[in-house]
């Protein structure tokens, strides 16, 4: 059994994200709501409210037992980047690159050993 959710178009980084949700891939759900809690970075904070979604969706589905969910895998793509100009000395201009990305996570149930 599989849950999933989606968050699109947040404002940062696909890199940032992918430094944080390499802690919490493989992880129970418990731990790794508990990991992101406590992680300085912006992006744990997007990636938990995602988790906490796809286990939202888990919970609508019929003879699944919350408390076995893993992180199997978080992506984060990109998405589109927002074009801005900056100003710079002598009167220039500078293009400011505004990111964004799409964070896909999906949960599944332990294997039975």
């Known amino acids: 059994m599989e ?18 949700s390499a802690a919490v891939t493989g992880k129970p759900v418990g731990a790794a709501l508990s990991m992101l809690k406590f992680m300085p970075q912006r992006a744990a904070k997007n990636l938990e409210k995602t988790i906490r979604s796809a286990l939202a969706n888990a919970d609508q589905k019929p003879g699944v037992d919350v408390d076995q969910l893993v992180v199997r895998s978080v992506m984060a793509d990109d998405g589109p980047v927002l074009k ?30």
């Open 3 to 20: 849950a999933k959710a989606v968050s699109k178009y947040l404002r940062l980084s696909s890199l940032k994200v992918r430094k944080v």
């Open 84 to 113: 801005r100009w900056g100003t710079k000395a002598r009167g220039r201009g500078t293009r400011i690159l505004k990111p964004t990305c799409h964070i896909t996570v999906v949960l599944s149930e332990k294997p039975s050993v």
